[in-house]
């Protein structure tokens, strides 16, 4: 059973929310919440493994209890308010529900949350297989898979990135920094070789003046990364290219 949280500081969203709940089997109630304090102090006492969350309520909003929180569960909003769909999804939350909301798109909520707490709680990765095979980001608000060996490479575009695939003619753009997805990549499989591009190394190639050719295009290097581009090359040609 997933544990959840309903915070709102409309007592009579609170019920609705608590009526939605009830419609999903695996999901169980662990408290219901006025405001990000009392959130708070649930989440000290107790182990909440999704928040059903507004976002407008006195004192701390929702986004502001969201950004405090060091090791934040799953996180649906729902709120009265589209304008803030963008900030949300920055934060990685799971899903935005506009209020009313409609059953059937609660349960669709619902189930989102469920698909991915079994992926990452019930179905852990085998012990012999230290690196992840495969990530999820948020596109198109839908949670979309990546296999990390199709990557061919990733290029920053501001407050967005494009996940470049060998296995799909186009993109998947996500909202996240690339300094964010270098963390969740393999660092002895990719290498950022420009303030806008990470590459598989594996994917690379050729490298002829300041251009690397991939094997579904072209990216620079700047001469911040080369050095260390270089070194990477050499040390793998040194140890039989493992």
């Known amino acids: 059973m997933?544990?959840?949280?309903?915070?709102?500081d409309e007592p009579l969203a609170l019920d609705l929310l608590?009526?939605?709940?009830?419609?999903?089997?695996?999901?169980?109630?662990?408290?219901?919440c006025r405001n990000a304090?009392?959130?708070?102090?649930?989440?000290?006492?107790k182990k909440i493994d999704l928040i059903f969350l507004d976002i407008q309520m006195p004192g701390i909003t929702g986004l502001q209890f969201l950004q405090g929180l060091k090791n934040p569960p799953l996180v649906i909003l729902v709120t009265a308010y589209d304008k803030f769909a963008l900030?949300?999804?920055?934060?990685?939350?799971?899903?935005?529900?506009?209020k009313p909301v409609a059953p059937e798109r609660f349960i669709k909520a619902a189930h989102k949350a469920l698909d991915l707490y079994r992926l990452t709680h019930l179905n852990p990765p085998p012990e012999?297989?230290?690196?992840?095979?495969?990530?999820?980001?948020?596109?198109d608000y839908n949670l979309v898979k990546i296999v990390i060996g199709d990557i061919t490479h990733v290029e920053g575009l501001k407050d967005y990135i494009?996940?470049?695939?060998?296995?799909?003619?186009?993109?998947?753009?996500?909202?996240?920094?690339?300094?964010?997805?270098?963390?969740?990549?393999?660092?002895?499989?990719?290498i950022r070789v420009h303030k806008s591009f990470i590459i598989s190394l594996s994917k690379m190639i050729s490298i002829r003046n300041n251009r690397i050719?991939?094997?579904?295009a072209e990216v620079p290097v700047s001469e911040f990364y080369r050095e260390n581009l270089f070194k990477r090359i050499e040390d793998s040609h040194l140890s039989g290219g493992s």
């Open 128 to 139: 012999n297989k230290p690196e992840a095979e495969y990530l999820f980001v948020n596109a």
């Open 87 to 98: 900030d949300g999804f920055n934060l990685d939350v799971l899903d935005y529900l506009v």
């Open 37 to 45: 304090f009392e959130a708070m102090e649930i989440l000290q006492k």
């Open 213 to 216: 050719k991939l094997e579904n």
């Open 18 to 32: 608590e009526d939605n709940l009830r419609l999903v089997p695996s999901l169980e109630l662990a408290g219901r």
């Open 2 to 8: 997933i544990q959840c949280l309903l915070v709102d």
């Open 162 to 190: 494009k996940i470049h695939l060998s296995t799909a003619p186009r993109p998947v753009i996500t909202r996240m920094s690339l300094k964010a997805i270098e963390e969740k990549l393999p660092g002895n499989k990719f």
